[in-house]
């Protein structure tokens, strides 16, 4: 049987690589001090496996074919946007076909990648808490752009199916990290909405076809939105969300429901959906220990919300 040593909730951000912080207490400092510090606990905790449940930023999921969620079970491959690594990264796949078997059996219908492209949403934080990329993952990609939003219910029910499918699996000592920004407001990705048009929406449904060309025309509006300080965050919902967590108190966010969460959180808190999954696959109240808000970096940054098993 397999054992879950320990769970990371941690947030993610373009500008954790693009605008690195220029002194200890420049913005970003903390976030990063904190995450180096989890990196350490995780090398005592001496994981055989990491599962990984992240976002895509339509590096390699478009409205072509878009799935609520997808496993990775094969292969996985790093994007490299925003100076996450590119390349082949090593899939636990016994693992990822165990996690299948547990989660179809609870009722859960995934997509399954024998080929997953990955971009920061997975690889930044895999690469935070392991100090590279040389420990076996399973990624876990949950849509977070626009529908097929899953529900927030339904996202704490995918996770304590997951965490059930893990503890059941061959024996190993399992890592779970969940990587999704805190609150933060960006612009649509929803090709329903008329402010989509143009070139930007036929690159979300048709982005496929080249996923490099796409993201070189992208990558320099992302970065264009650095560096603001007037961004917009909200520290107080941020608090209060990584406080729910602290206490298991997971239906008080399910509550807030899909309008609820985007008007607390913004476009960008959906990707919570992630750090729900991982929450409930550990079954435990969660200790949080360091949170800046960085508008600078476009979200709030929770890096430390952390359980451990000793």
Not at 78 to 98: E, I, Q
Request: net charge negative; charged share 20%.
């Amino acid at each position: 049987m397999s054992e879950i040593v320990g769970f990371v909730g941690m947030s993610h951000s373009p500008f954790a690589t693009l605008l690195p912080p220029t002194g200890p207490d420049a913005p970003g400092a903390p976030f990063l001090a904190d995450a180096a510090r989890v990196r350490a606990a995780v090398t005592r905790l001496a994981p055989d496996t990491v599962v990984v449940v992240g976002p895509d930023h339509f590096h390699g999921n478009f409205y072509d074919v878009m799935p609520p969620f997808v496993l990775g079970v094969e292969e996985a491959v790093g994007f490299g946007d925003f100076g996450s690594t590119s390349g082949p990264l090593p899939v636990a796949a016994d693992l990822a076909w165990s996690v299948y078997d547990g989660l179809t059996d609870a009722g859960f219908d995934l997509a399954l990648s024998y080929s997953l492209t990955v971009d920061h949403g997975i690889v930044q934080g895999y690469e935070m808490v392991t100090g590279g990329t040389s420990v076996p993952l399973v990624p876990l990609v949950v849509n977070t752009a626009a529908p097929p939003l899953p529900t927030l219910g339904r996202c704490v029910a995918l996770g304590r199916a997951l965490g059930a499918a893990l503890t059941a699996a061959p024996g190993g000592r399992v890592l779970l990290v969940a990587s999704g920004g805190l609150s933060h407001w960006l612009p649509s990705n929803d090709p329903r909405d008329p402010t989509v048009a143009g070139d930007k929406r036929a690159s979300l449904i048709h982005g496929r076809r080249d996923a490099q060309a796409f993201a070189a025309a992208r990558e320099p509006k992302v970065r264009a939105m650095g560096g603001d300080p007037d961004a917009r965050v909200n520290d107080a919902w941020d608090r209060w969300f990584l406080d729910r967590l602290t206490a298991g108190d997971l239906d008080a966010i399910t509550e807030l429901g899909h309008d609820g969460l985007e008007k607390e959180a913004g476009t960008g808190g959906h990707e919570i959906r992630t750090w729900l999954v991982g929450a409930a696959a550990v079954a435990t109240p969660l200790r949080w220990t360091s949170y800046e808000p960085v508008p600078e970096w476009i979200t709030g940054m929770g890096s430390g919300a952390t359980f451990e098993v000793a």
